[in-house]
């Protein structure tokens, strides 16, 4: 359907993995348990400079954006008959 690019895509699978590490852990876990912080360390916004939450709320937000701004084109768009390309190519 073209609403997300696949960067979007795998950006968002990896956000729904940790969310589901969480989710699903019989015992506690945190954003620096080896198996959250290395699937944390393949979202792109990855940086060792960062602590692994914030690399993973910065991602979050980030898609957060982006699907925001797809839905504003796409409002543009049936509203005016025109399709706006600088707000959808950032998704």
């Known amino acids: 359907m073209g609403l997300i ?3 979007a895509r795998s950006e ?6 940790i969310r589901n ?7 506690p876990l945190c ?8 699937k944390v ?3 792109p916004l990855w940086r060792e400079e960062v602590t692994p939450r914030m690399v993973f709320d910065a991602a979050v937000h980030r898609m957060e954006l982006a699907i925001d701004s797809k839905i504003d084109a796409l ?4 509203a005016t008959g025109q399709w706006h390309t600088q707000v959808t190519n950032s998704v």
């Open 5 to 7: 690019d696949d960067t």
């Open 12 to 17: 968002l699978r990896a956000i729904k993995n």
């Open 21 to 27: 590490l969480f989710a699903h852990s019989e015992a």
């Open 31 to 38: 954003f620096t348990s080896p198996k959250v912080f290395e």
């Open 41 to 43: 360390k393949k979202l």
């Open 75 to 78: 409002r543009y768009e049936h």
